[in-house]
């Protein structure tokens, strides 16, 4: 292997590229929140930041089940069970955050339902991951657009159904294509520049087909949450892309390059790490500042300062976290709780 990955002095290996994808989505996810925004444009990070988590999802579910040398039958066992651990633990996390009042869409149940949904097709061959892809990517937003919204009739365990799968905010069966694309990167073996190569052409295609399509075609649009066959591609597209040149910029650059990414995105990579507990603190923050706010007006929320003190907070104190302590808590516990670590 290659300078992507990076075997620390507490024994545990990380895939550095991974990390920086995973720490610039929890930033674009900060900047989505927080940031002031009067005009109620839609920002570069709307909607983009969340779907590269989700892709890096698809990539954690391959490296955990061994990347380009996938677990033998005999031994999967142990690897379904890690899994449904890991996801039980976000998704009561992300129920329990929800219940806090940040004014923020979590993701965390959307998440892990995604992680259990995956896992019985977590070890077929990739051109079949393709074919799923390409039926999601199609036949979920269609089916969501056919959803009636008048569920006042129906039971509430169907109205979670459909909010979680169809027309939440992170609907699992719209986003399957997203985990699905990180999926196969992994079973493709992200080391190589091969696949490195394949990612960030296929993923800047798709970008420019999904876009493209929204541009020039009448009635398709591609906008942030919008769920469309269009923003699949589009930001999915966008999502591959970036995975495949931060790999890329780890591993096969030019080891001056090599050296100069690693060392500049460090923080960004120790917050990508320990992208749960960051995630988490960020929520527990935002809670707080929506009570401070409401009952005494003096946090800006969303406001510049309070951007600034999340971004550049989680940075250093990942990178401080991560040099002199290793894991993140909430990273160790599932670890430990899951049997991984």
């Known amino acids: 292997m290659s300078g992507d990955v990076d075997p620390d002095r507490f024994g545990s290996s990380r895939i550095v590229g991974v990390d920086i994808a995973r720490g610039l989505a929890i930033i674009g996810m900060f900047v989505a929140h927080t940031m002031p925004n009067p005009g109620d444009r839609e920002l570069l990070v709307d909607g983009r930041s969340s779907i590269l988590f989700a892709t890096l999802a698809g990539v954690s579910l391959g490296i955990l089940s061994g990347q380009d040398s996938p677990k033998p039958r005999g031994s999967r066992s142990g690897v379904y069970r890690r899994i449904v651990i890991r996801a039980l633990a976000i998704l009561l996390l992300g129920v329990v955050l929800t219940s806090l009042g940040s004014e923020i869409a979590i993701i965390l149940d959307y998440y892990a339902i995604m992680f259990l949904v995956a896992l019985p097709v977590l070890f077929l061959p990739r051109i079949w991951l393709g074919v799923l892809l390409v039926i999601f990517a199609f036949a979920a937003p269609f089916l969501a657009s ?141 809670a707080i500042a929506v009570q401070v706010r409401n009952s005494s007006g003096l946090v800006d929320y969303p406001g510049w300062p309070l951007l600034g003190g999340l971004v550049i907070g989680s940075l250093v104190g990942s990178w401080l976290w991560q040099r002199y302590l290793g894991k993140g808590p909430l990273e160790r516990a599932i670890a430990l709780a899951s049997g991984s670590g």
């Open 146 to 286: 056919i959803v009636t919204d008048d569920v006042s009739r129906s039971p509430s365990i169907a109205e979670i159904l459909r909010e979680y799968f169809l027309t939440g905010f992170y609907p699992v069966l719209i986003w399957l294509p997203f985990v699905f694309a990180g999926l196969i990167a992994a079973r493709s073996g992200l080391a190589r520049p091969r696949t490195q190569a394949i990612m960030i052409g296929c993923g800047s295609g798709a970008a420019l087909a999904g876009y493209g399509a929204a541009a020039v075609l009448p009635g398709v649009t591609a906008a942030a949450h919008s769920g469309t066959t269009a923003e699949v591609f589009g930001s999915g597209g966008v999502a591959l892309a970036i995975i495949g040149i931060l790999v890329a910029a780890t591993t096969t650059a030019p080891a001056a390059v090599r050296r100069v990414v690693r060392t500049v995105l460090a923080p960004v990579g120790a917050a990508g790490a320990m992208a749960l507990t960051v995630y988490t603190v960020q929520i527990l923050i935002l």
